[in-house]
């Protein structure tokens, strides 16, 4: 199974949006859990959201109400949709198939005040 990968970072004012994709390649990714995850300079790595093979969904509650999950199986992507950001979502965040343990490289994240 092929390495993910993240795209859609970038900077972007408070109060702004972005959309996160994690594409990934090979026949278990349509029947394996996702997780967005996200590391900020001196933090540890955290979870941030997950969304099952049928597409049930989790999300962390410092950004329940405003990022969303989803995942487009013929795709082979997941999503991920941030909306008000916050200078504190200011991370890297990437991507993992929960089935496989694989991760991504990671997407840096800047969300400027």
């Known amino acids: 199974q092929a390495q993910p990968v993240e795209s859609g970072g970038g900077l972007v004012q408070a109060g702004g949006s972005l959309r996160l994709s994690c594409a990934a390649s090979g026949s278990i990714f349509s029947i394996s859990a996702v997780g967005w995850y996200r590391q900020a300079p001196g933090k540890q790595r955290e979870l941030v959201a997950t969304?099952?093979?049928?597409?049930?969904?989790n999300v962390a509650d410092s950004v329940k109400g405003r990022f969303t999950i989803s995942r487009d199986n013929r795709q082979k992507t997941v999503y991920l949709q941030m909306n008000s950001l916050k200078p504190e979502d200011t991370a890297v965040y990437y991507c993992?198939?929960?089935?496989?343990?694989?991760w991504g490289q990671g997407t840096q994240v800047t969300v400027s005040s």
């Open positions: 993992r198939v929960i089935t496989t343990g694989i």
């Open positions: 969304i099952t093979s049928r597409g049930i969904t």
